[in-house]
């Protein structure tokens, strides 16, 4: 069964008027090769620019247009200040179990199928460990070139090795898998 539904009249029609976008800015003419142009520097670290507004704005008579995203929060309150920008970042060090003063690290077993396939490789896995001896991340810092072999020294990291508290670090450790 169709069920017919009849349309309603137009009331009143209104013009739509079509305004042309304002002209494209001209483009600067090219400069020559042999003039010097100034280079940019660009920071290492983005810069971010945190603007926080308070959630009562009753006294606010007027608005005031602000770039970015805003906070809103209860009570005004300072940005947090951007990172250092001259600290470099922490670099990994050799991961020594004979130094490690305690804990227990066995080394990854060979996977069957890598045995079967005669997969050989070194893998190289990075890690990091917090004072109370607990693993914060692991992951692999350059492959073998087989996964299975990659997955097997994580997985050993991860789940086998027992870490004493102590001194937190930022650690990497090559594993060889290596057919006899």
């Known amino acids: 069964m169709v069920i017919h539904k009849p349309l309603s009249e137009m009331v009143e029609s209104v013009p739509v008027i079509f305004t042309p976008p304002d002209e494209p800015p001209k483009a600067e003419p090219e400069a020559k090769p042999d003039e010097e142009q100034p280079q940019e520097t660009q920071a290492d670290t983005p810069q971010v620019v945190t603007v926080v507004a308070v959630a009562d704005s009753s006294s606010v008579a007027f608005s005031v247009p602000v770039q970015g995203a805003v906070a809103v929060a209860q009570e005004a ?19 020594n179990p004979n130094a490690a003063g305690g804990g227990s690290f066995p080394d990854p077993r060979y996977p ?13 896995i990075e890690f990091s460990v917090d004072e109370s001896g607990r693993l914060i991340s692991v992951k692999v810092q350059k492959s073998s070139g087989f996964p299975v072999l990659d997955e097997e020294a994580m997985e050993t990291v991860k789940n086998r090795w027992r870490f004493a508290p102590g ?3 930022y650690f990497f450790k090559p594993f060889t898998f290596q057919l006899q």
């Open 77 to 95: 309150r300072m940005a947090t200040p951007p990172p250092p920008v001259d600290q470099a970042p922490a670099r990994a060090v050799q991961f």
């Open 167 to 169: 001194k937190p670090g």
């Open 112 to 124: 069957s199928i890598a045995l079967r396939n005669k997969y050989q490789g070194t893998v190289i």
